[in-house]
C-alpha cells in the first residue's frame, strides 16, 4: 500500500512535468514533442505497465484495507468521534474512488485516444509528430470538464495530504526532526503537484 | 449540576440493545465520572430497575478495567486520563450525555457498557512476554546495562493498561496502538531481542486473526490513549515487523 501510494507519488511529479509543458508555448510544440518521446521511447512504454500495476495493486488493496475495516465495527458509534486525527485520512476511500472515477474518465477521453484513436499530425520545424496538444486543448474548453477537473484534483490534493506522510509512518519511519520534516514536504508536495494540475485545465479554458 | 445520561442498555450479549435516557440530579463538581453513575445507579435499585453495568476496577487509572465511549470519545473529553479519574467539572449543568460501549467487532458486548475485552489477552498470549523462568535465579535485572532513552522508551511503551481505548477511538477499530505498545517494551531491552521476531510476527498475525481493523494512521488512538502512547511505537512495530519477514527464520528444534 505505502510503497504502491509513494510509487504513484513520483509518478505525479512526471506526469505533470511534461503536462504542464503545453502551457508553455501557442503551437504546443514542447508538449507534443514531450508526448511524441513518451510515446515511442521502449523504456517509458515497458515502465508503463510497472505504472498500471502500481495503480492497480493500490486500489485493490485500499478497498481490501476498507472493507476489513468496516466489518471490523459492525455497529457504529451513536455520537460521531472527534477525536484529534489526521483530518483527510478520515476520507481516504471517498477521495481515492472520487480519483478512480476521474482515472476512468482520463483514461477514456486521453490515454485510449492517444494511443489507439485517430490524431490529426502537426508538422513543426523538428519534425512532425501526433497532435496531442490539440485534443487536451479542446476537452479543456468544455465547462463541465474543467469543473470535473477541478474537483477530483483538489480531493486528490487531500487523499495527496494524508498519504504522503501515512506511507511513511507505515514503512516504519517516525522520528523526531524527520518526521515533522515528512509532515511539512507532504504538506508542500500536496499543495504544489495540486496547483500545477489544476493550472493547466484552467489556463487552457481561459487564456488559450 | 443537572444532568441527561443517554445510555446503551443491553441485557445480554445476545439481546438488541437500545438508548435509555436517564436523568440525574444534584451531581457535585467534584464526584468522578463512575460516582456519577454510581448515584445513577443506587436510584435505579431503589426503583426496582436494574442497575447500569460498567467495567471498573481499581479507580485510580492503573487496571485498565474502565471503559465506556463519552460524547464521541473513549474515557471522555479530557485527556490523558482513563474514565474513572474523570471528574463531573468536565461538564455543564443541563447538559446531554452520551455514553456508549466501546465498539469493535472483536469487542463484543457482554453486557450495557460491559464488553469482552479477552481479544487483547489473546494477542498478549500470542508473544506478549519473554520464555524465562522467574524466580531466585534469573540475574538481577538492574546488572544488565541498559542505556537511558531505551528504558525511557520501554517505560513508555509499558504504561499501556490494556484499555481498549485505541480500539475504540480508530474509524477502522485497529489496534495496533496496543499491539505496537507491548511489542516496543519487549523491543527496547536487551532482555526482548531473543525472540523479538517471532513475537511481532505472531502478535500481528493474531491481532489480524481476531478482526481488529488496519491501521490508516489516522492517530485518534494517540489523541485519546489514557497513557499517551506515541504512534512512535506504531512505527517502531511496524519497523520490527518488516525487519522481521525479511530476516532468516531462526532454527527450531
Ligand atoms: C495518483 C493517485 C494516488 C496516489 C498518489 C495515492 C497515494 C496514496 C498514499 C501515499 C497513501 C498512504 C499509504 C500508506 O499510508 O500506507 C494512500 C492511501 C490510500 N489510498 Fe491512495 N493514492 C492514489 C489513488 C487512489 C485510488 C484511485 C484509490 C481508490 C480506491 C485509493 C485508495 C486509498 C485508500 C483507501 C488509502 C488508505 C489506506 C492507507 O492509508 O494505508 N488511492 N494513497
Ligand atoms: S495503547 Fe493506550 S488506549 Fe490502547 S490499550 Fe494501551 S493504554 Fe489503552
Ligand atoms: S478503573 Fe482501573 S483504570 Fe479506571
Known sequence: ???????????????????????????????????????????????????????????????????????????????????????????????????????????????????FGPIEMIAYESGVYKDVGALVVALFKDIWYVIFYIISLLLLG???????????QSLGLNHKTYTPAIKLIGN????????????????IYFFK | ??????????????????????????????????????ILNESLVMKGEEPVAFDHDCREGICGACSLYINGRPHGPDRGITTCQMHMRNFKDGETIVIEPWRAKPFPVIKDLMVDRTAFDEIIQAGGFITVRTGGTLPDANALPI???????????????????????????????????????F????????????????MVAKMDELGFGNCTNTYACEAECPKEISVSHIARMNREFFGAKLSAPLKKE
Open chain 2, 147 to 185: 542505556p537511558r532513552a531505551a528504558a525511557e522508551d520501554a517505560m513508555d511503551a509499558a504504561s499501556c493498561i490494556g484499555c481498549g481505548a485505541c480500539v475504540a477511538a480508530c474509524k477502522n477499530a485497529s489496534a495496533m496502538l496496543f499491539v505496537a505498545a507491548k511489542v516496543s517494551q
Open chain 1, 158 to 168: 487531500f487523499h495527496l495530504q494524508h498519504g504522503f506522510q501515512s506511507a511513511f
Open chain 1, 1 to 115: 500500500m505505502s510503497l504502491a501510494g509513494l510509487f504513484l507519488i513520483t509518478f505525479l511529479v512526471v506526469h505533470l512535468t511534461i503536462n504542464i509543458l503545453i502551457l508553455f508555448d501557442d503551437t504546443r510544440e514542447l508538449f507534443n514533442q514531450a508526448a511524441h518521446f513518451m510515446l515511442t521511447n521502449p523504456l517509458i512504454q515497458t515502465f508503463q505497465w510497472v505504472l498500471f500495476a502500481g495503480f492497480i495493486i493500490h486500489i485493490i488493496l485500499g478497498f481490501v484495507l476498507q472493507i476489513q475495516n468496516w466489518i471490523a465495527r459492525p455497529m457504529r458509534y451513536e455520537r460521531k468521534g472527534f477525536s484529534e486525527t489526521s483530518y483527510f485520512s478520515k476520507f481516504m476511500i471517498h477521495t481515492g474512488v472520487i480519483v478512480l472515477i476521474f482515472l476512468g474518465l482520463h483514461f477514456a477521453n486521453f490515454f485510449f485516444k492517444v494511443k
Open chain 2, 1 to 38: 449540576m443537572d444532568l441527561t445520561l443517554r445510555i446503551w442498555r443491553q441485557a445480554s450479549a445476545e439481546s438488541k440493545g437500545q438508548f435509555v435516557d436517564y436523568q440525574v440530579q444534584n451531581i457535585s463538581a467534584d464526584a468522578s465520572f463512575l460516582e456519577m453513575l454510581d
Open chain 2, 187 to 202: 523491543a527496547l531491552l536487551p532482555q526482548g531481542r531473543p525472540e523479538a521476531r517471532e513475537r511481532v510476527q505472531n
Open chain 1, 188 to 203: 508542500i508536495y500536496s499543495v504544489l503537484v495540486t496547483a500545477g494540475y489544476l493550472a493547466i485545465p484552467i489556463v
